[in-house]
């Protein structure tokens, strides 16, 4: 078969909101739309399968920046988070998220996610960073995808798999009026017209090559490409801290992270060659990726992920969680190596760069409503400039978008599409599988044909 012998369908639908990303933020943002007003029409659209799609596909080990009441205060917080971006923060968005943390924990909670608890049933919050206890593990969090579908069929969501968005279509005022895609199966074209758009999808983790060499052997999914800020971008809304870009500690040649968070408050840290601590900063700062750095660079590295000195009993319980939840090939991967936490340390290095407010701050901008700069563009989770949102901050700001799109859409009509916009952004999408000639990676993308 020949690109040109390709048949496609134009496929043209409607619905009220539209969110583009089935991982977190975007399961969230259409149940709460769902639940706000029954009767909107919301589609939820993946490029991959709804079931396992998104960051969290394989489950989370538990969640980083947790406001619970006796262990933290939104204010605390949002004056770590200030101080750990040096004040170029949106303060506004970041106390948003911590005055609503709980309500988001309590929420999961009753739809059957597991949070650790102690004896007592309260919430077994860990403490990792300098001043607030924020950490609460979720030993059992591998079901939390599972969990999010049942409330997605519960809410009466329609799900669209396997479609590709490629841009936001928009009106003669430039607000946000439609989407447009292709199935990545059949390649049938997609438009569907819409009053609001809701983008959750994901980081852009692909802009650097991971040390390790192999393409798809990305910190992030590989599948979180920068597709949400490309169709951001193109549809006039303002990005913001791009310069505070994403850089993590890996184990070395694994596309895992060293996993503070989990380790930290059983006792493991990270260690120069010497088996020495060397991070002093405060983790969620960008001061301990550049302590990290300079250790490599003087003389006293490698680094390492220490918890040979722990106890078996603790190891065994870092083994459950850390193998079965998020990334599960780690324990293989350390089989094959020959490497155990009981008798030597594990080697670390720095992964590739990338786009992530959930780690770091840069993203589309919003404010404290998930709003974007563009009339009818809502955003959440991991490409949301709202600095080290983490899971929990894109499941609340889901919530924050899908509430306030279901109230902006109540009161606005279907705007026409322009055809002659989509007609040429449905030409630009597709010419890689159409164009009679391979495009080379150095030339530009104007002679290309760029998405």
Request: aromatic share 8%; hydrophobic share 35%.
């Amino acid at each position: 078969m020949t690109h040109s012998s390709i048949t496609r369908s134009t496929l043209e639908q409607e619905y009220d909101i539209v969110v583009i990303g089935g991982g977190t933020a975007g399961p969230m943002a259409a149940i709460k739309a769902k639940e706000r007003n029954r009767d909107l029409r919301v589609l939820l659209i993946d490029k991959a399968n709804v079931k396992r799609s998104g960051a969290i596909s394989m489950g989370m080990d538990g969640l980083n920046n947790a406001i619970i009441p006796g262990h933290s205060t939104p204010e605390q917080y949002t004056k770590e988070i200030t101080i750990a971006n040096d004040g170029i923060v949106n303060q506004a968005a970041v106390y948003a998220y911590a005055t609503h943390s709980f309500e988001t924990i309590e929420q999961l909670d009753r739809w059957g996610v597991k949070f650790e608890k102690d004896e007592t049933g309260d919430y077994a919050v860990k403490k990792v960073h300098h001043m607030g206890a924020y950490v609460l593990p979720m030993p059992e969090g591998h079901d939390i995808k599972k969990v999010l579908y049942r409330q997605l069929k519960r809410a009466r969501v329609s799900i669209t798999n396997r479609l590709v968005c490629t841009r936001l279509l928009t009106d003669e005022e430039g607000a946000v009026n439609g989407v447009m895609g292709f199935d990545c199966r059949t390649a049938d074209f997609h438009v569907i017209k819409a009053k609001a758009v809701i983008l959750c999808c994901g980081a852009a983790g692909r802009l650097g090559l991971p040390s390790s060499g192999y393409l798809m052997g990305t910190y992030e999914n590989p599948t979180n490409a920068g597709d949400g800020y490309a169709m951001a971008y193109h549809a006039g809304a303002e990005l913001a801290n791009l310069e505070c870009f994403q850089i993590n500690p890996l184990i070395k040649d694994y596309n895992g992270p060293a996993c503070a968070y989990v380790t930290g408050p059983l006792g493991g840290y990270t260690a120069n060659n010497k088996g020495e601590r060397f991070i002093e900063c405060d983790y969620w700062s960008g001061q301990m990726m550049w302590e990290f750095h300079q250790e490599l660079e003087s003389g006293n590295g490698p680094v390492f992920l220490k918890l040979d000195h722990l106890a078996e009993e603790t190891i065994q319980n870092i083994e459950e969680i850390l193998h079965s939840n998020e990334r599960p090939s780690r324990g293989q991967f350390h089989a094959n190596r020959g490497t155990d936490y009981r008798t030597q340390m594990v080697e670390m290095h720095i992964s590739e760069i990338g786009f992530c407010s959930g780690h770091s701050a840069s993203g589309v901008w919003v404010n404290e409503r998930a709003e974007t700069s563009v009339k009818g563009l809502y955003s959440a989770g991991d490409m949301a400039a709202v600095p080290h949102n983490y899971m929990l901050g894109a499941f609340t700001y889901g919530w924050f978008a899908g509430n306030n799109a279901a109230d902006f859409v109540a009161g606005v009509g279907f705007q026409r599409l322009m055809p002659n916009r989509s007609k040429q952004k449905n030409k630009g999408s597709t010419r890689p599988w159409t164009a009679n000639t391979v495009c080379h990676p150095r030339k530009s993308s104007t002679s290309c044909g760029a998405l």
